[in-house]
């Protein structure tokens, strides 16, 4: 019996994980537990996590629509009630790469570059 979708997949991460995180590491800086150096090394390391949680973001977007979804589907996940929100990052995207596939690509010679 397969599982029902959504079931399936989950992100790496959720608002509630890393709103606990923040929540914890605040009762810590504010103990005076964490020096300046870890927040900083921190601090690098989310924004490392953020660009990839963006790239993320625009596959799942690339692959939605080839799976057919309509940008009438996708705009609420951009907090708009129009479809000029995803309609623009599809048209960035396109610019870079046709589909999903070669997105995945991209970022995996990111990667090797880095």
């Known amino acids: 019996m397969s599982e029902p979708e959504g079931e399936r997949l989950r992100a ?3 608002v509630a994980e ?3 995180w923040l929540e914890n590491t605040a009762n810590a800086v504010r103990a005076g537990e964490v020096s300046a150096d870890e927040l ?3 601090l690098g390391e989310f924004r490392r996590a953020s660009a990839a949680c963006a790239d993320a973001s625009d596959w799942l977007l690339l692959a939605a629509r080839e799976e057919g979804a ?3 589907q996708i705009a609420p996940v951009f907090g708009k009630g129009y479809v000029r929100a995803p309609a623009a990052r599809l048209e960035k995207l396109h610019r870079q790469a046709l589909n999903s596939a070669q997105w995945l690509e991209i970022l995996h010679r990111r990667e090797q570059d880095v």
């Open 12 to 14: 790496p991460v959720s």
């Open 40 to 42: 900083i090394r921190l």
């Open 70 to 72: 309509s940008l009438r």
């Open 18 to 20: 890393v709103l606990a």
